[in-house]
């Protein structure tokens, strides 16, 4: 049985996670501002939020209007979002996380471009019988 992709339920826990994770980041500004091996993994952990934001985002756009589009919108906003979180703890961190976000949805849009490559076939397996 083939599990059926909801995008509704996707963004539902992208939200719960963006903002449990915005929670979190908060919590530790002041650990993660102490020394400047923290405020590096600070930019690590904020760009999480990138790939997050454009999950959240390409689900509402998905719930919103169903055509396909190239995302771009999606990808500079996630990105941006990363960045001024991170910007909250040190601006080293906002460069970290912003090269990191490029690197995550980078890699987000290679996956979708091989996972939505076939959109258009029918995941079933053809017969090889012939009909007669």
Same mark, same amino acid.
């Given at each position: ?10 963004? $539902?826990?992208? =939200? ?8 979190? =980041? ?9 020394? *400047?091996?923290?405020? !590096?993994?600070?930019? &690590? ?8 934001? #454009? ?17 771009? #919108?999606?990808?500079? #906003? ?12 040190? *601006? &080293? ?7 990191? $976000? !490029?690197?995550? &949805?980078?890699? #987000? ?24």
């Amino acid at each position: 049985m083939e599990a059926k992709r909801s995008p509704g339920a996707s963004a $539902s826990l992208c =939200v719960v996670l963006l903002l449990s994770s915005y929670a979190l =980041v908060q919590l530790l500004v002041p650990t993660l501002q102490s020394s *400047p091996s923290a405020t !590096i993994i600070g930019g &690590v952990l904020c760009s999480g939020f990138s790939f997050l934001l #454009v999950t959240l985002l390409g689900n509402l756009q998905e719930l919103t209007s169903p055509s396909r589009s190239q995302g771009h #919108v999606e990808a500079i #906003v996630s990105i941006a979002g990363a960045a001024t979180v991170a910007w909250a703890i040190h *601006p &080293v961190s906002a460069t970290v996380s912003t090269f990191f $976000s !490029i690197v995550t &949805v980078w890699y #987000v849009s290679r996956v979708s471009k091989e996972v939505y490559s076939g959109s258009g076939t029918s995941n079933t397996k053809k017969s090889t019988r012939s009909r007669r």
